[in-house]
């Protein structure tokens, strides 16, 4: 049963964490650091009747992808939503800042998000996990280190994953995967049901789901959705991680001032799509994986060397 | 929280060399069973921790089932459950046994 789950085809929008990373990386490449047997629970969550994971949700260590040598950090999106907690965050953090600390350590750190975001339930140490996970990614990318995002996952990246997702070298991202700070109904109950229509599905979709992100450079790879459209998105990403340095920051800054500039004033997704100069923006829904990949890698805004 | 032991003897020692599996998440109507093998030969050890009080004999009957099954001799299985069936404890229970018999 395993087997099927972790074979290329598997999707990876339904695959759990631990799959995710035996179908990512090669066979029987992986070794887990605080893994499950070690028990580093959250402390809190007992205190609300509610279950514990043994690793928090978490799972961190080190592998091959196609024989190089790769971190790892994936969330588990069906575990209390994938969230930041003190532990499930402290893990993902330690990763980074031993990335950072020791140069013998894999130099490409692959994040794969799946996350509503901060544990409402220990708020103030998931509010402050997100924060130190963005320094620490970061100070990781001046160190060397290539943090690339990885968001197909049920929970998507909500909240602080979409932030984490902004501060990362490379992302990736299927048509399942959703990338946005807050939610849809988030939205919709601030700013009322003309903003954001969370019930508008059709909407709600083409706004955070990865086929907008990707054509308008918010992701710059889009994987079909399976162990091995990922693992192919990731590996032609893995060579060309630009440098993070004054020169990368300045073209990060000009391609969103100039981002805003040229969609500030669109109401939807498809009215993006259409300045970008896609013939049939309607058609984009429907596109499957392949053509869809081709059309964005055709697409200027979408392809980049900032970030 | 409700924790609950339950000790038992089985017929053998579950054979296979692997050390330690996890399978399933703690979600709704699932749950994750830690396996690891760190006890003599036919001991075998369930523990549970459930959110759901109240169901001891259901959990008492499929871990019996279980052991009468698959004979898990060693293992010492730990349970975070996230309020699943008793169908979907035994598929897990059988499924990591699988695992752990493997190669």
């Known amino acids: 049963m395993e087997g099927a789950a972790t074979s290329g085809q598997a999707s990876w929008f339904q695959a759990t964490a631990r799959q995710r990373v035996a179908g990512l990386l090669d066979p029987n490449s992986f070794t887990e650091f605080l893994g499950p047997s070690e028990r580093v629970q959250s402390p809190h969550l007992h205190l609300f009747d509610l279950p514990s994971a043994f690793d928090d949700g978490v799972v961190i260590g080190r592998g091959k992808l196609d024989g190089e040598d790769v971190l790892v950090a994936a969330q588990e999106g069906q575990f209390m939503g994938g969230t930041f907690g003190e532990v499930s965050g402290a893990k993902i953090v330690g990763l980074l800042r031993a990335a950072r600390d020791h140069e013998h350590l894999p130099r490409t750190l692959l994040l794969l998000l799946d996350s509503g975001g901060v544990r409402l339930q220990e708020a103030n140490a998931g509010e402050l996990a997100v924060a130190e996970l963005m320094r620490a990614i970061v100070e990781a990318r001046c160190g060397g280190v290539a943090v690339i995002a990885l968001v197909g996952g049920k929970s998507g990246a909500f909240g602080g994953a979409g932030l984490t997702a902004a501060t990362c070298s490379r992302i990736v991202v299927s048509g399942q995967g959703r990338i946005a700070v807050s939610g849809p109904e988030v939205i919709e109950t601030n700013e009322g049901v003309e903003e954001f229509d969370a019930e508008d599905k059709a909407l709600v979709w083409s706004t955070d789901g990865g086929k907008n992100r990707r054509l308008i450079g918010g992701a710059d790879a889009f994987a079909e959705d399976s162990m091995e459209g990922f693992r192919a998105a990731v590996q032609a990403l893995m060579a060309k991680v630009p440098a993070f340095d004054l020169q990368t920051m300045q073209a990060e800054q000009e391609r969103l001032a100039a981002r805003q500039k040229r969609f500030g004033a669109c109401d939807d997704a498809v009215s993006m799509w259409r300045i970008l100069g896609i013939k049939e923006p309607k058609a984009i829904r429907d596109m499957d994986s392949k053509d869809f990949a081709a059309l964005a890698n055709s697409i200027k805004e979408a392809n980049h060397d900032a970030r | ?103």
């Not at chain 2, 019996?64 to 979907?88: C, H, K, Q, W, Y």
């Open chain 2, 1 to 103: 929280m409700q924790t609950l032991r339950f000790g038992h003897t089985a017929k053998r020692r579950l054979p296979g060399k692997k050390d330690i599996a996890i399978i399933g998440v703690v979600a709704s109507g699932n749950l994750e069973v830690l396996l690891e093998r760190v006890l003599p030969e036919a001991a075998c050890e369930v523990d549970i921790a459930t959110p759901l009080s109240g169901y001891d004999e259901t959990w008492k009957a499929v871990v019996a089932e279980f052991v009468e099954r698959s004979s898990p001799g060693g293992l010492r299985i730990s349970i975070n459950d996230g309020g699943a069936r008793p169908d979907t404890v035994y598929l897990r229970l059988m499924q990591g046994s699988a695992v752990m018999e493997a190669e």
